[in-house]
C-alpha cells in the first residue's frame, strides 16, 4: 500500500533550481536509502517534503495515503505523520528534551498526555539507546555532542511514532557503536504501518534494516535507484562510474 508519492517534483530557493523533475514512491513497510554527493540535494529533498518555507516548490505534486498535501504546513504535515530528523539540529534553549518531545506528540495526535506515562515511556526508549536519563531533563540539544543530537533524534522518531520518517544523515559524527544503536532504533520503528527514507554516505547505518531501494541524486535529479548492494559499491567505488553512466 503506498504511503508517500512524490510526482515530478521541482523545487528550489531564492530562484535558483536544485531539484529537478523528481519521482519517487514509498510504499508502507519499505526502507528507501538515499544517496548523492554533497550538495547533489538530499536535504532539499527532506525539506521539501516537509514543506520547509526556505524552499519553493515550481511544480510537481507530493501525496500522502493518496491525497495531496501540496497545501499543508510543516505543521499540518506532522499531524499527517510525516516527521524529519535533521543533519544539523536545532538547539532550542530553555526547553527540555522532554517538554519538547510531550509538547510535539500532545500536538500531533491532538490530546493531552499523561506527564508519568510519558515519563515512563521516554526513559525505557532512552535505555534501548543508551542515552542517560539525565538527558531528559537537558535543554534541547544545547551542549549535546554529535552523537548524542543523532540519539536524541532517533528519541524523537519512536516518541512520536509518524508514518514516514525522514532521517537525513542521523549517522554523521557518529561512533561505530552508536551507529549501531541508532541502526537498531530504526529497525525497532519500522512496521508494516511506517516507512523510512535514510539519507546516508554509510552502509553502517542501514546494518539492521535491509533497503528495499536505494535512489542515487545527483544534481537535483534521480539519476539511478537500485537495490541495497548498491550501497556498498557507493562506499567502494564513489559517485564517478554513476556521473559516467549518465552522461
Ligand atoms: P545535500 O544535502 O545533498 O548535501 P543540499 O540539499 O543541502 O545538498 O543542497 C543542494 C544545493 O542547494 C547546494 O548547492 C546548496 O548550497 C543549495 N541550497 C540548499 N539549501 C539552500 C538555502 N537555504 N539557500 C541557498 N542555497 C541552498
Ligand atoms: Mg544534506
Ligand atoms: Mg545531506
Given at each position: ?12 530557493v ?15 513497510g ?8 554533497n ?7 527532506a ?26 504546513s ?70 549535546f555532542s554529535?552523537?548524542?543530537m ?7 522518531m ?23 544503536i ?33 535512489h ?32
Amino acid at each position: 500500500k503506498e504511503l508517500l508519492k512524490i510526482e515530478n517534483l521541482s523545487a528550489g530557493v531564492e530562484g535558483k533550481e536544485i531539484l529537478k523533475n523528481i519521482n519517487l514512491k514509498v510504499n508502507y513497510g519499505e526502507v528507501h536509502v538515499v544517496m548523492g554527493p554533497n550538495g547533489s540535494g538530499k536535504s532539499t529533498l527532506a525539506n521539501v517534503i516537509m514543506n520547509n518555507p526556505e524552499y519553493e516548490v515550481t511544480s510537481g505534486e507530493i501525496y500522502l495515503d493518496g491525497e495531496s498535501i501540496m497545501d499543508l504546513s510543516t505543521d499540518k504535515r506532522a499531524k499527517k505523520g510525516l516527521f524529519m530528523s535533521f543533519q544539523n539540529p536545532m538547539e532550542v534553549s530553555g526547553i527540555s528534551v522532554e517538554n519538547f518531545i510531550r509538547t510535539a506528540k500532545s500536538s500531533i495526535e491532538d490530546k493531552n498526555i499523561s506527564i508519568l506515562k510519558f515519563k515512563k515511556d521516554l526513559e525505557k526508549e532512552m535505555d534501548k539507546l543508551s542515552m542517560d536519563h539525565s538527558y531528559a531533563s537537558r535543554y534541547l540539544n544545547e551542549g549535546f555532542s554529535g552523537g548524542e543530537m543523532k540519539k536524541n533524534e532517533i528519541l524523537q522518531m519512536l516518541m512520536l511514532n509518524p508514518k514516514l520518517a525522514i532521517l537525513d544523515e542521523t549517522d554523521s559524527g557518529l561512533d561505530v557503536d552508536a551507529t549501531k544503536i541508532v541502526s537498531q532504533g530504526i529497525e525497532r520503528f519500522l512496521s508494516k504501518d511506517n516507512a523510512v527514507i535514510i539519507i546516508t554516505h554509510h552502509r553502517e547505518l542501514v546494518r539492521e534494516v535491509v533497503p528495499d531501494f536505494v535512489h542515487i541524486i545527483l544534481n537535483g535529479e534521480i539519476v539511478k535507484v537500485g537495490d541495497h548492494t548498491l550501497i556498498d559499491k557507493i562506499e567502494n567505488e564513489g559517485f564517478n562510474w554513476i556521473r559516467e553512466e549518465v552522461n
